[in-house]
């Protein structure tokens, strides 16, 4: 049994559906992400977990415990919320205590726990000061420190990163995954944002219009997309989704790419999924992340099935750790990521090989992955 | 001068043109404050004025032998109709009428701002409408009704009295006039703080009661300590309107020694006999306006702040 477990989740405003049925559970520990869209309900979901929002149907569970009908104080959950939400009349040790002081927790022990979460979190020098005194890191820190001063059995984090600056956000992204392989707390973590995603999960809820898409761990989402919303909403840059033809000649099956003004591109497919026989003669999105699109020199050495082809290069964007290179196939851009040093030229053709092992097929009419 | 400006003279010309605009806007702000500030000097001067000075003298001219004697009278001699005792004891009534009534109309009004924006019930925008509703009422046309109403509570105090040996103060016109006050200034001071709250951050809320905050106690605890600028503009609208009303005032406390000061200053004004003693009246009217004058120095910077910021969201 699961340590979270949420079944059949449904959330009603009136006649509008937000959550429409969610099924999702994580052990003791674990790191559960709900990434998507804005609007995709990922909030709510968090705000129902907290009690902050009722739930019309379904059932929450925590550590085999139902708790959607109790009030948010008693169900033994803290949170972190998106603007920290300090109390700015406070002082810092009076925002970390403040949930013990309402608990009735004598000030001896919340003296002792406040010291002990300021030394886990190094914030010991601010206990005194005024949360407008402090810098965005060091609100984001004394958020955490709220939390974890309770001892919960299940933090939630709505969206905590989102008002740092890019550079604070990668920093604190270590912090929050320290923080967690540390204390070996169960997490509910709801970002826009895939690349934190990726690098805290050991789940992932990818959702859209209160629905959730995708369950699974990280890799398994960004390497078996079940259909094209999660293909395209994870990683960056975003996966290749190139409209294709399957052809079958005697050999096996192969995917045939147009171009503008040249010989479609034929790449044989021995390893393809079996479901993809029935699309023969038929479109479908051939989908393929930049990283399995590369130079050959850059290709992975041991990929079992690797096909080159001839490309004519548009577009080419060094970011320092990559080069980018912009082809266009199937009447669309498509994005190749090559080594950093690669010598390669816009307006040139220049070979790229195809790493058709971690290739996906998608049923353009129902976006869902051919298996 | 040629056809193109050279630009150092275009400089200059700018700079002439915002000097004159200065001037102009500067000297007429200046006007309006005399203009306004007139009738205080001419009371000031005058309260510290002898009466021959007053019947012979300027009235813009500064006293020539300053005299605290007319405020002196004014506080303790004075005879508003026919008792001689002075606005002192009009002003203690004023000042226990209006402090309970300010702080029982603002508490109120911050619990209403406080419901209807954090603890959102089907038909909140209806309730705050009707609310509004009370700031457009005109008071003449209530307080026919309101003299019923206060008629009743003071049979009830009767009852009470007979029943308990003690009638709540129900009956008593001091305490009628705080509730008329709390009542119609209700209004005013749930809009104030609605508007306050509803740009007070709801996740604040959220958390506290994660935290496992009482409703009272999130109101006490994160709502109040956060509230102070609203809070001064409410106490100096609330303070100023009650301390300043005739209407009610002479209404339901308007003989005896349970006067206001303001129905105690026009019966001062009023009366008839013997010489006007302008310096006394005057004396007397600057003593009934200071506690407002008073509020208005020492918080007046947050009123500003407290108005814009409610202005800006809400």
Known sequence: MAFLEIDGLKKRFGNVEILKGIDVELEKGGFLVLVGPSGCGKSTLLNTIAGLEQITEGEIRVDGRAINDLHPSKRDIAMVFQSYALYPNMTVAGNIAFGMEMRGVPAAERQAAIDKVAKILQIGHLLNRKPSQLSGGQRQRVAMGRALVRDPKLFLFDEPLSNLDAKLRVDMRIEIKRLHATTGTTIVYVTHDQIEAMTLATKIAVMRDGEVQQFGTPAEIYNNPTNIFVADFMGSPAMNLIPAKIDANGSGLSVVLDREARQPIVLPMPGAPTGLAAFKDKPVIFGVRPEALTDPEGAERNGSNIATADCHIEVVEPAGSDTFAVTNLGGKGVVARLRADANIQPGTSTPLAFNLSKAVFFDPATEKRIL | MSAVASPASQAASGARARTINRIVIYGLLGLFAIFYLMPLFVMLVTSFKTMDEIQNGNMLSLPHEPTFAPWIKAWSEVCSGLTCVGMKGYFWNSIKMVVPAVLISTLLGALNGYVLTKW????????????????????????????????????????????????FGLGNSTVNLVFVHVVYGLGFTTLFFRNYYEAFPTELVKAAQVDGASFFQIFRRIMLPNSLPIIVVTVIYQFTNIWNDFLFASAYAGSGDVMPMTVALNNVVNTSTGVVEYNVNMAAAMIAALPTLIVYVVAGRYFVRGLMAGAVKG
Do not use: E
């Open chain 2, 120 to 167: 959102r019930f089907r038909g909140h925008t209806l309730v705050f409408a009707m609310m509004l509703f009370a700031c457009f009422i005109p008071f003449q046309s209530v307080l026919l009704p309101m003299a019923t109403i206060l008629g009743s509570l003071g049979r009830f105090g009767v009852t009470l009295q007979n029943a308990t040996g003690f009638n």
